[in-house]
């Protein structure tokens, strides 16, 4: 077991330090055209969920290529000539995904669905590698041979 102290002063420091070297440098750019993404493990699938509000749905490609998923979607927006922006913090642009796969999941029955600003992907656990219950023979202890 391993026990550390953490000190909340210190973290927010480093988070502080990290992201003014960040936004010096110009990576914070960079972060901004990663998707969010939640991972769920259950029985049966994976399910992987990427944040992606504004995109048109028909812009989104989700590809599986030797065990890498990849997700990429676009977001273009255009100004008319009268139109003069005077504040652009959303980042326009293709953005990229990619999700390595285990040899345990199914990665030719994929499914994938789109719903308010989210990406649902739905990987199937391959059937020898999902949880069983092994059952307990009850008995003489010479019930298994050795």
């Known amino acids: 077991?391993?026990?550390?102290?953490?000190?909340?002063?210190?973290?927010?420091?480093?988070?502080?330090?990290?992201?003014?070297?960040?936004?010096?440098?110009?990576?914070?750019?960079?972060?901004?055209?990663?998707?969010?993404?939640?991972?769920v493990r259950r029985d049966d699938d994976v399910l992987l969920r990427f944040d992606l509000p504004g995109i048109d749905p028909d812009s989104i490609e989700v590809t599986v290529d030797r065990g890498v998923l990849s997700v990429t979607a676009r977001r273009d927006e255009e100004f008319t000539d009268d139109a003069r922006p005077f504040v652009r913090e959303r980042v326009m642009g293709e953005f990229t995904r990619r999700v390595y796969l285990p040899e345990h999941l199914d990665a030719e029955h994929i499914e994938a669905a789109y719903a308010n600003g989210?990406?649902?992907?739905?990987?199937?656990?391959?059937?020898?590698?999902?949880?069983?219950?092994i059952e307990i023979r009850k008995g003489d202890a010479k019930a298994i041979g050795a």
Do not use: C, H, N, S
Not at 118 to 133: D, G, H, N, S
């Open 118 to 133: 989210v990406l649902t992907v739905r990987i199937p656990v391959v059937e020898k590698a999902r949880p069983r219950k």
């Open 1 to 39: 077991m391993l026990l550390t102290t953490i000190d909340p002063f210190v973290q927010e420091f480093e988070r502080q330090f990290d992201r003014l070297t960040r936004q010096a440098f110009g990576w914070i750019q960079d972060e901004a055209r990663i998707m969010p993404m939640d991972g």
